[in-house]
């Protein structure tokens, strides 16, 4: 017999007129590494948050290592010994790691004994699990993947036997996620019970020893990794079958659209963010750009994108030297009208402003076109027209022009943001992290998109952590280290291995 | 209720339930506080709804204030929506009224009321706007802090008025810090007035053609500000600077101009005051208007239906306040404020009280 660590039987939670979850129940057992997969949208996040105390399900029952337990916040959750770590982290910056995970566990009045306690436990931790981490260290300066092992620490720290990871590669590079997996197995050898959430089926089959797939806020299968295969989980996870390549015809590129020389960004304190930049795209091509995230991608496109003012060097766009001119006017707004569309990498801090309705958010950036107003005030029905036809093109979902942009899904909102952008015709698209997030489903319909107006003569710029999605994407790709572009390799010749060479800084 | 949980409440509800139950929880503490000093509180409420709307003379005077109330409610929604807390309506106003004197006491002797009217209502703006671009351009351009020079720009103004009138603007031969009144080409229409031109009786109060003006403001500002290029901007701005800058808008001018507006709105009240009532101009003749403000936004949710329903419950408190403290001498102004203060508690500062316990009420069944 089996013991099982958790146990949801027939959870049901709705928020207004969406069901988030509909009569779920797993079973995870103890000692095992167990991954809840699905789309965004599919409920995962929910069911994770109501088993850690944050919301309360209106049904169903959960059961904590065999006993029907009722979790009413995250400090019944953590006394359970569930422990959480965030696709976002909870950590105060300014502290060291001791003192982050002391946070809220500091045991008594005074602070010194609690820390000193800490430390003693801190050292068995780190070298029971081989996480690495200097208790030290201020956590600011600590890379994500640190800082990652630092939020799985204090879970440990607070004497979790159960923890549940949400999305964790999401913000990692192949290589920390590889130490990631490893200090995953270990919490399993030593009969922790992990459940992961992700999206990544590679990680799945690589890591997990169990599998439930959601969708549409249901459980529609729950089995062994062994017993399955990639395709067969991308198909339950979908419903129908994907194709997880691109096809893409060859295609020679016309004349270059944008041409960017000596390209450079300095910091207040002097730190060279971008560094001698010299690139062209061309109409009818996707230049990737690769690299581990933090290398100058994001200034690329904000400086691209006329969000941030280049230190030096020039941007030639269409002939036109864009850099070293003068206007009254915001650059972003100029350089829009002459055809530079953005999709931003942090949509929905950027791209998006979720507390407005998406017929607002469809014309965010474009909100100065005379086509959108009639006389002073906009023209609230043609908006509204518009955003049905994004909709209907986009599969967008709930198909509600009306509906607040928050309350949809990562990928819903990423189509939004693309609806918007390729409806404005741009004839060149900076496009950053464009499935950050998104589900399958909706990554091969953005993919799709971006191969036809790449078809129809449109010059992208494509910036994605994501090697897979750049090797499959670009004609060429260029990788970023360091703020400079270490090497340039044709899209169909590129391996993963030469790229992470290249990521790594090595020039060739 | 956990922030950030979406709402469990119908928003039909959350606008109509919940101030209703705020409201009524904060005068239920004033009963208490009211029995507390020996007063009956029943009779007391009937006395201050009867002075507020018991008869024509009360109901005028009731929206004379309310007039000057929805003018500064809207001020603070204005920057509100821009993410900016503007303290600053009080001396906006005040800085409003030396426009509006200025201007009426250069040619109220030389240009006709059709004129001159519209002028001074201008000047009252303008002096308004310019009053508040200043702390707005602080922010903006040097990160000063809105809150801080708002208040700061309170003080200034009650300095520089009062030796204004002190020193230069007096009634010549005056005793008292005032201005010589103003000539009738000066004077707003009033209310009483306009309907016996129409040939309705009304009772004589200082309800003037203001209010009119201050509906008028209400729509445009609906209009403006959910309908219009700009109004896009200001809300992107007070929600998402970063989506802001991402959709190519100033961020900064926008802040500025939104607290132009804002001063500009917030200046109206003293055309209410200073040309529909006093015909002059006194020491602090604003009178707190610019703080009621703040709470009439809050509890209007920066709305222009939910600030003029706002406005009119502290039209009617001002005016029902003074008819119960005429009658009643233990019930003091500061009573009156007392009220105040506990409505602005519950609507304001704890606006979602409530709403766990009303939430299972309107749950949907599976």
């Known amino acids: 017999?089996?013991?099982?660590?958790?146990?949801?039987?027939?959870?049901?939670?709705?928020?207004?007129?969406?069901?988030?979850?509909?009569?779920?129940?797993?079973?995870?057992?103890?000692?095992?590494?167990?991954?809840?997969?699905?789309?965004?949208?599919?409920?995962?996040?929910?069911?994770?948050?109501?088993?850690?105390?944050?919301?309360?399900?209106?049904?169903?029952?959960?059961?904590?290592?065999?006993?029907?337990?009722?979790?009413?916040?995250?400090?019944?959750?953590?006394?359970l010994g569930i422990g959480m770590v965030h696709q976002h982290f909870m950590l105060v910056d300014t502290f060291t790691v001791l003192e982050n995970i002391v946070l809220g566990a500091e045991g008594?009045?005074?602070?010194?004994?609690?820390?000193?306690?800490?430390?003693?436990?801190?050292?068995?931790?780190?070298?029971?699990?081989?996480?690495?981490?200097?208790?030290?260290?201020?956590?600011?300066?600590?890379?994500?993947?640190?800082?990652?092992?630092?939020?799985?620490?204090?879970?440990?720290?607070?004497?979790?036997?159960?923890?549940?990871?949400?999305?964790?590669?999401?913000?990692?590079?192949?290589?920390?996620?590889?130490?990631?997996?490893r200090i995953l197995r270990a919490l399993k050898e030593q009969g922790k019970t992990v459940i992961l959430i992700t999206h990544k089926l590679r990680e799945v089959m690589d890591i997990t020893d169990a599998v439930t797939v959601m969708r549409g806020g249901e459980?529609?299968?729950?089995?062994?990794?062994?017993?399955?295969?990639?395709?067969?989980?991308?198909?339950?996870?979908?419903g129908r079958k994907v194709s997880l390549r691109v096809d893409k015809a060859h295609r020679e590129p016309g004349a270059p659209v944008v041409t960017v020389r000596g390209l450079g960004l300095t910091d207040a304190r002097g730190v060279k963010l971008l560094d001698n930049l010299n690139f062209e795209v061309r109409?009818?091509?996707?230049?990737?750009?690769?690299?581990?995230a933090g290398n100058g991608q994001s200034e690329l496109l904000e400086v691209l994108a006329g969000m941030q003012t280049p230190s030096c060097g020039e941007i030639v766009y269409k002939g036109e030297t864009l850099t070293g001119t003068r206007s009254r006017r915001p650059r972003p707004a100029l350089w829009r009208e002459k055809g530079i569309g953005h999709v931003p990498e942090d949509r929905s801090r950027e791209g998006l402003v979720k507390a407005f309705s998406a017929f607002e958010n469809a014309i965010l950036g474009y909100h100065r076109e005379k086509t959108v107003r009639k006389g002073p005030l906009y023209a609230r029905r043609t908006l509204i027209e518009r955003t049905r036809d994004f909709i209907e093109q986009f599969d967008i979902r709930p198909a509600n022009?009306?509906?607040?942009?928050?309350?949809?899904?990562?990928?819903?909102?990423?189509?939004?943001?693309?609806?918007?952008?390729?409806?404005?015709?741009?004839?060149?698209?900076?496009?950053?992290?464009?499935?950050?997030?998104?589900?399958?489903?909706?990554?091969?319909?953005?993919?799709?998109r971006l191969v036809e107006l790449r078809d129809q003569g449109k010059a992208i710029l494509l910036v994605s952590v994501e090697l897979e999605e750049i090797m499959a994407l670009s004609d060429r790709i260029l990788v970023m280290a360091g703020g400079q572009i270490t090497g340039e390799v044709a899209g169909k010749d590129a391996t993963a291995k030469e790229l992470g060479l290249l990521m790594g800084g090595h020039k060739h | 209720m956990k922030f950030g949980q979406p709402s469990t409440l119908p928003r039909w509800a959350s606008l109509t339930i919940l101030p209703v139950l705020n409201l009524a929880a904060a005068l239920l503490v004033t009963a208490l506080v009211t029995w507390m000093i020996g007063e009956d509180p029943w009779e007391c409420l009937k006395l201050l709804v009867s002075g507020a709307f018991g008869y024509g003379e009360g109901i005028g005077y009731t929206l004379f204030y309310t007039t000057s109330f929805i003018f500064t409610g809207l001020a603070v929604a204005t920057a509100f929506h821009a993410g900016l807390f503007n303290i600053g309506g009080e001396g906006q106003a005040y800085i409003a009224g030396l426009g509006v004197t200025l201007t009426v006491l250069a040619f109220d002797h030389t240009l006709p009321a059709p004129v001159l009217m519209p002028l001074a209502i201008l000047a009252a703006m303008a002096f308004g706007a310019a009053w508040a671009f200043v702390p707005g351009w602080l922010q903006a351009r040097r990160g000063s802090h809105i809150v801080v020079t708002t208040i700061m720009f309170n003080f200034i103004s009650y300095s520089v008025m009062l030796y204004l009138l002190s020193h230069h603007l007096i009634e010549p031969g005056s005793q008292n810090p005032t201005t010589r009144e103003f000539g009738q080409a000066a004077w707003m229409p009033a209310m009483h007035d306009m309907a016996a031109v129409l040939g309705f009786d009304l009772p004589s109060t200082p309800l003037n053609a203001s209010f009119i003006l201050a509906i008028v403001a209400s729509v445009v500002f609906y209009l403006v500000v959910w309908h219009s290029r700009w109004g896009f901007e200001l809300r992107t701005v007070g929600v998402n600077e970063k989506a802001a800058t991402y959709a190519g808008m100033s961020v900064s001018t926008v802040i500025i101009v939104a607290m132009c507006f804002s001063g500009a709105l917030a200046g109206l009240s003293a055309v209410n005051e200073l040309m529909g009532s006093t015909h002059r101009m006194n020491v602090s003749f604003t009178n707190g208007v610019g703080f009621v403000g703040i709470a009439v936004a809050l509890m209007g949710r920066n709305h222009p239906v939910g600030i003029v329903l706002s406005a009119l419950l502290f039209g009617a408190l001002t005016q029902g306040g003074l008819e119960l403290s005429f009658e009643k001498p233990v019930i003091t102004r500061e009573m009156i404020l007392l009220i105040q203060g506990l409505i602005i508690l519950f609507c304001g500062a704890l606006e979602n009280l409530f709403e766990p316990f009303i939430a299972p009420l309107f749950k949907r069944k599976d």
């Open chain 1, 108 to 181: 008594g009045l005074l602070l010194k004994d609690g820390l000193a306690r800490a430390r003693d436990h801190l050292k068995a931790l780190n070298r029971e699990y081989a996480l690495e981490v200097d208790p030290d260290a201020v956590v600011g300066e600590l890379g994500v993947g640190l800082q990652q092992r630092v939020e799985i620490l204090k879970a440990l720290y607070r004497g979790a036997d159960v923890l549940i990871l949400d999305e964790p590669t999401a913000v990692l590079t192949p290589q920390e996620a590889d130490h990631l997996f």
């Open chain 1, 401 to 448: 022009p009306l509906l607040r942009v928050g309350l949809m899904s990562g990928g819903n909102q990423q189509k939004v943001v693309l609806a918007r952008e390729i409806h404005a015709d741009p004839d060149l698209l900076l496009v950053g992290q464009p499935t950050r997030g998104v589900d399958i489903g909706a990554i091969e319909f953005i993919h799709k």
């Open chain 1, 1 to 79: 017999m089996t013991d099982y660590a958790i146990e949801l039987v027939g959870i049901s939670k709705r928020f207004g007129a969406v069901q988030a979850n509909r009569n779920v129940s797993m079973k995870i057992a103890k000692g095992s590494i167990h991954g809840i997969i699905g789309e965004n949208g599919a409920g995962k996040s929910t069911l994770m948050s109501i088993l850690y105390g944050y919301y309360q399900a209106d049904a169903g029952s959960i059961h904590v290592g065999g006993r029907e337990t009722r979790i009413r916040n995250s400090h019944e959750a953590i006394a």
């Open chain 1, 283 to 292: 109409a009818g091509e996707i230049v990737g750009i690769a690299g581990v």
């Open chain 1, 219 to 238: 459980v529609v299968g729950n089995v062994a990794t062994t017993d399955v295969d990639k395709e067969t989980l991308a198909d339950l996870m979908v």
